[in-house]
């Protein structure tokens, strides 16, 4: 990690100037500062801003140390942020109730300007590496886009998103046809590249940074579109559907191959009494109904 990248936010809450300044200077080097001086400030703060790292003074006069990462770790949005204790003395009893609230280390006064460092720069390392694994576990390694996993992590956000703004949710059902027959005929391993370059290019299709697509598994895809109602879920998976029979894949001995898909597309205004399985099933059913009436075409479901 370059010391000139401040890619990592570290917010230092402490009511003691002095103690800011040193910790401060140690830091704003190698990442970005954020100062609290007191516990509800640092919540506050946290909540709307977060940090990747957390440094807390046990002692505060409003709002004890221990006080705010229990508040910390019940928000959704702060309870993974990691918290390193700052303390005057370190009595094991204390440094026991902060480890089981949660911290991740203690860092003892009066500080030492390399214990800190090396203390701060070694949970940003394991913070980095576990961001690391978890995009890993949620994108899909062919085709570079977020594998069925990630598209329920996705999903969950955007139909509270829908529910809390009475908005549209759209979601369609992508299902490359007679796959097999094509693996069969080029082999697997340009199956594989047929895949990649159809992940390419229906994404590069969708215009919006909202817009999101997922590998659901072997040749189906899916797509979630906020705020778009189903008339305009419609031209876009049509404009995916044009975009792949226009595609020219082309083999290792330079035969020039292409694909087609089918569609199924679905739209609602959720509420909390809505199934979210037949919301999902009902593009599903759209889908199907795209494959019994010829392929190559997009289907819409309604009531």
Not at 109 to 136: C, G, L, S, Y
Request: aromatic share 8%; with cysteine; proline share 2%.
């Amino acid at each position: 990690m370059g010391e000139d990248v401040k890619e990592f936010t570290v917010l230092i809450t402490d009511d003691e100037e002095f103690n800011v300044e040193i910790l401060s200077d140690v830091l704003s080097s190698s990442y970005n500062v954020q100062i609290a001086r007191n516990g509800e400030s640092a919540f506050e703060l946290a909540t709307k801003t977060p940090p990747d790292l957390i440094l807390l003074d046990v002692i505060m006069p409003d709002m004890s140390g221990f006080d705010l990462i229990t508040k910390l770790k019940k928000a959704e949005i702060t309870r993974k942020i990691p918290v390193i204790f700052v303390a005057s003395h370190t009595d094991p009893a204390e440094e026991e109730k902060g480890l089981f609230l949660g911290a991740v280390d203690y860092i003892a006064k009066p500080f030492n300007r390399a214990i800190v460092k090396a203390r701060v720069n070694t949970h940003i390392k394991i913070i980095d590496q576990m961001r690391t694994i978890e995009h890993i576990g949620l994108v899909d390694t062919l085709t570079e886009i977020a594998n069925r996993r990630g598209f329920d992590e996705r999903f969950k956000t955007e139909w509270g998103r829908a529910i809390r703004e009475q908005a549209h949710i759209s979601y369609m059902m992508m299902d490359i046809d007679l796959f097999k027959k094509y693996n069969d005929t080029y082999g697997h391993q340009q199956g594989d590249v047929a895949l990649a370059r159809f992940a390419e290019t229906a994404e590069s299709t969708l215009n919006r940074s909202t817009d999101f697509i997922a590998r659901w598994g072997g040749e189906e895809f899916v797509v979630l579109l906020q705020n778009t109602n189903i008339e305009g879920t419609a031209k876009v998976a049509e404009k995916i559907r044009k975009n792949i029979e226009d595609m020219v894949i082309t083999t290792e001995t330079g035969e020039e191959t292409c694909i087609t898909v089918s569609i199924g597309v679905t739209s609602i205004i959720p509420t909390t009494a809505t199934s979210q399985c037949d919301f999902l099933n009902s593009a599903d059913k759209a889908l199907y109904k795209a494959k019994a009436s010829g392929r190559n075409r997009v289907e819409l479901y309604r009531e």
